[in-house]
């Protein structure tokens, strides 16, 4: 049995450049998806975020239209709603990289607000690429990487093949002309090498112990890939 760290968004609102704070948090499928992949593996799960902030889910993902049917729906709600975890998370600041196995990083508009410049997340992602460990990161989960900058703008994830959500997809969600900055954009400036694949497709991108996902439907993959890469 492995221990998995899961790094979740402590936000409840994403900051648009015209000041409106669009309610959002983590996006449900990226959440249940790789919980349910880890927990069914016999991994233990941990829920971390900011200052131990009980995570919340974006309610736009959980509208049928968004989750792939009704059905589908009420299943991610059954699954949030015994996941004990999300609401007794740790504190990033008090997370030790040495009690875990693995680090996931799911997505939503929440981590454009607080891990695109939160110190201590920054600090675990730096160790977790360093340590070798398998550190997987999807959708809009990437902004954290943007965190990990020195004074000098440099960062270890510099050249590290990525993927993540574009700004097609972007656009389809109808926030690309809203936003203060696009997650592409600010990967490809990072720099990474960046790449995507066809709107709302599962892509993943594997380099070195760095797995990343482009979209919601990347997330159950990318699980799967983490599962593989600790057994």
Not at 8 to 37: M, Q
Not at 167 to 193: C, I, S
Request: hydrophobic residues 35%; contains cysteine; charged residues 25%.
């Amino acid at each position: 049995m492995a221990k998995i760290l899961c790094v979740l968004t402590g936000a409840s609102y994403w900051t648009l450049k015209d000041g409106h704070r669009h309610p959002t948090g983590y996006w449900a499928e990226e959440f249940v998806a790789p919980y349910s992949v880890f927990t069914d593996a016999g991994h233990e799960v941990t829920v971390a975020t900011p200052r131990g902030t009980v995570p919340v889910v974006d309610t736009m993902s959980l509208e049928p239209r968004m989750a792939g049917g009704e059905e589908n729906s009420l299943r991610e709600e059954a699954v949030i709603e015994s996941a004990d975890e999300l609401r007794h998370p740790i504190s990033l600041e008090e997370v030790r990289l040495e009690d875990y196995d693995a680090v996931y990083y799911p997505g939503g508009h929440g981590p454009m607000e607080d891990l695109s410049v939160d110190a201590d997340s920054a600090s675990l992602l730096r160790k977790a690429l360093a340590s070798g460990k398998p550190l997987g990161i999807v959708c809009h989960a990437p902004a954290a990487l943007l965190a990990t900058r020195d004074t000098n703008g440099n960062t270890p994830f510099a050249n590290y093949r990525v993927t993540g959500f574009c700004n097609e997809e972007e656009a389809g969600v109808g926030f690309a002309d809203k936003a203060k900055w696009l997650l592409e954009d600010e990967l490809k400036k990072l720099p990474t090498q960046y790449s995507r694949g066809p709107a709302w497709k599962p892509y993943t991108v594997v380099d070195r112990n760095l797995f990343t996902g482009q979209n919601p439907a990347s997330s159950g993959p990318l699980a799967k890939e983490l599962v593989e890469a600790l057994s």
